[in-house]
């Protein structure tokens, strides 16, 4: 298998990820201002799906990171090598950047909704 390939592929790709989820969260902060607090503390608090999808996706995101840490971490003190290995670090580190632009959009899906919506 190339690697090398595999690994460019995951850079463009989170890149790309990256942007979309600075446009969610800039989308996000904009509205932010004009949200009524009271109403998004309703949306969140009461809604126990959100919630729950909410922690699964932080904790998702943070197992991800820190496996991509571990497995960096035994890479640099020589324990484990190879271009597999380096390949599975990076998909580690892309699928926790997929776990947090997820989350972003579930946010900018709740932040965008109508007040009679809900």
């Known amino acids: 298998m ?7 592929i995951l850079m463009s790709s989170s890149l790309i990820l990256a942007l979309i989820g600075f ?6 902060w904009i509205k ?4 009524d607090m009271d109403i998004l503390k309703a949306r969140v608090f009461l809604n ?3 919630l729950e999808t909410n922690w699964r996706y932080v904790f998702l995101s943070g197992a991800s990171l ?4 571990f497995v960096g971490f035994l890479i640099q003190l020589n324990f484990i090598t190879g271009d597999l290995i380096n390949s ?6 892309f699928m926790s950047l997929v776990f947090l632009l997820i989350l972003a959009y579930e946010w900018f899906v709740l932040i965008s909704e109508k007040k009679n919506q809900f």
């Open 32 to 35: 932010w201002r004009n949200t």
């Open 48 to 50: 126990k799906k959100f």
């Open 2 to 8: 190339d690697y090398f390939l595999l690994n460019t």
């Open 66 to 69: 820190t496996a991509h840490q």
């Open 88 to 93: 599975i670090s990076e998909i580690l580190g």
């Open 23 to 28: 446009y969610f969260v800039v989308r996000i």
